[in-house]
């Protein structure tokens, strides 16, 4: 329900909804990061005020427990939106409140906390979907940065992006990658999103629209990869079994990739 892209936009820019509405596949309007202490109170009356299409619409609530969470559950209540995004989701308790309220709630594991409930926080029957974040992880664990010098993750943003994975599709949620920082990095942002395709994450977030076509290309298959699973399926037709196909072996596991890539369910 999320499609591959999902755009950031500050709950106090109301001017900019539509207009990421248009470049992404769905929206994020956040209380949270995106706006100013000083500023929470304007972007609650905005988000009242100017209603967008909620079934592409998620808002990012503040924390749990925060001063702000309330107000936000306050000011969603008035909207038509029923998909929020929790910000440092960091156990399940937090999560009976909104699903009792009938909320959908993608659930952001941005805390040494949230990252090792995560198991918990997925199995939670409000959570259809899981982000992770590596800046407020870093920040709660006292450390100075998610990255290398070379824009490589540090192992523990490896760690949780891999465990926060894990957690939602052991579950059976959704997976949603998080946001490349640096906009002008368009190769570093195309070689995160190849990577998370690959490893099996369903969207990516990021924070501009010009990251948008970058991230709906890396979901895309290939030309040579689509011809692949057509070919591979058609031969799996005629062999039972476990069989060599063009110098390598393939077995059910393998046919399951070429069926995600032709985007046929498990049960067709």
Known sequence: ???????????DRPDRYEK????????????????????????????????IDPERTIVRVNPAGGPEHGEDLAALAETPNRTLML?????????????????????????AVGVRQAEEIAAHPAVIGMMWGAEDLVASLGGRSSRHRDGRYRDIARFARARVLLAAKAAGRLAVDAVHLDIADIDGLREEVLDAVA???????????????VIREGYAATPEEVAWAERVLAEAG???????FEGAMVDEP???????????SASA
């Not at 099996?200 to 948008?212: L, M, N």
Request: charged share 20%; proline share 7%.
């Open 1 to 11: 329900m999320l499609g591959r892209a999902l755009l950031f936009c500050p709950a």
């Open 199 to 213: 490893s099996g994450f369903d969207a990516t977030a990021c924070i501009h629209p010009s990251q948008v076509p």
């Open 87 to 111: 910000a440092k989701t960091e156990g399940a308790a937090q999560l009976d409140p909104l699903q009792a309220a009938g909320y959908r709630v993608v659930a952001l594991c941005e805390t």
């Open 254 to 264: 393998v046919l399951r990739q070429a069926r995600a890539i032709l985007g046929i």
């Open 238 to 244: 005629r062999q039972p079994g476990v069989f060599s």
């Open 20 to 51: 990421a509405l248009a470049a992404a596949d769905t929206v994020v309007i956040d209380l949270e990061d995106a706006v100013a202490p000083g500023g929470k109170a304007e972007a609650r009356a905005a988000l009242r005020a100017h209603p």
